[in-house]
């Protein structure tokens, strides 16, 4: 009986997981770069590349950005991307301070700290701000994939939708997984 017991237990705790999700790969240039797994019934948007030969001189061509949101009319909004540019955790930390303006208004960092996220040094950031005129939650995540690329991975949304969708978003920061060759 006890047998019986934990193999149908170890499948409702593990089965459940296993179909709980979706793996989406980064990659650019038919290079990988990392993983990570989204609820089944978020909406994923894969972006494009763009072609570095119609970047004016100068001027760096824009990463491609991954997004993802729920399919349940919440806003936020989650990207993922590698700024092939950047090479440190320092330097990707200088990028995204140029980027505020786009992405927050008034950013109130309250919290950060550097961590291990699966195998690879990283930093995170969570703090509210604006968009658009509404109060927002964000949290940035930094991960060194290897000596030459960084990663990086943003939520931004309102302090309800934060709420309601934490478990998911806790879940897919935790599960980027770089992809060694």
Same mark, same amino acid.
Do not use: C
């Given at each position: 009986m006890l047998k019986p017991t934990i193999v149908l237990m170890s499948f409702l705790l593990f089965g459940t997981a296993l179909h709980a999700g979706?793996?989406?790969?980064?990659?650019?240039? !038919?290079?990988?770069? #990392?993983? %990570?797994q989204i609820p089944d019934s978020w909406r994923v948007n894969v972006g494009m590349e763009t072609d =570095?030969?119609?970047?004016? =001189?100068?001027?760096?061509a824009p990463p491609r950005v991954i997004t993802m949101m729920p399919d349940d009319d919440s806003i936020l909004w989650f990207g993922a991307w590698v700024?092939?540019?950047? !090479?440190?955790?320092?330097?990707?930390?200088?990028?995204?301070?140029?980027?505020?303006?786009? %992405?927050?208004?008034?950013?109130?960092?309250?919290?950060?700290? *550097?961590l291990d996220l699966n195998t690879m040094? =990283?930093?995170? #950031?969570?703090?509210?701000?604006?968009? *658009?005129?509404k109060p927002v939650d964000y949290f940035v995540m930094l991960f060194e994939l290897s000596k030459e690329n960084i990663g990086v991975a943003i939520y931004i949304g309102r302090p309800d939708t934060t709420n309601a969708h934490l478990e998911e978003l806790r879940?897919?920061?935790?599960?980027?997984?770089?992809?060694? *060759?």
């Amino acid at each position: 009986m006890l047998k019986p017991t934990i193999v149908l237990m170890s499948f409702l705790l593990f089965g459940t997981a296993l179909h709980a999700g979706v793996a989406v790969t980064y990659s650019v240039g !038919h290079k990988p770069y #990392f993983t %990570l797994q989204i609820p089944d019934s978020w909406r994923v948007n894969v972006g494009m590349e763009t072609d =570095a030969s119609k970047v004016p =001189a100068g001027e760096l061509a824009p990463p491609r950005v991954i997004t993802m949101m729920p399919d349940d009319d919440s806003i936020l909004w989650f990207g993922a991307w590698v700024p092939v540019y950047v !090479h440190s955790l320092d330097a990707a930390q200088e990028y995204l301070s140029s980027l505020d303006e786009y %992405l927050v208004d008034n950013p109130v960092l309250l919290r950060t700290n *550097e961590l291990d996220l699966n195998t690879m040094p =990283a930093r995170y #950031f969570i703090g509210k701000g604006g968009r *658009e005129g509404k109060p927002v939650d964000y949290f940035v995540m930094l991960f060194e994939l290897s000596k030459e690329n960084i990663g990086v991975a943003i939520y931004i949304g309102r302090p309800d939708t934060t709420n309601a969708h934490l478990e998911e978003l806790r879940g897919m920061m935790k599960s980027i997984t770089p992809i060694r *060759e």
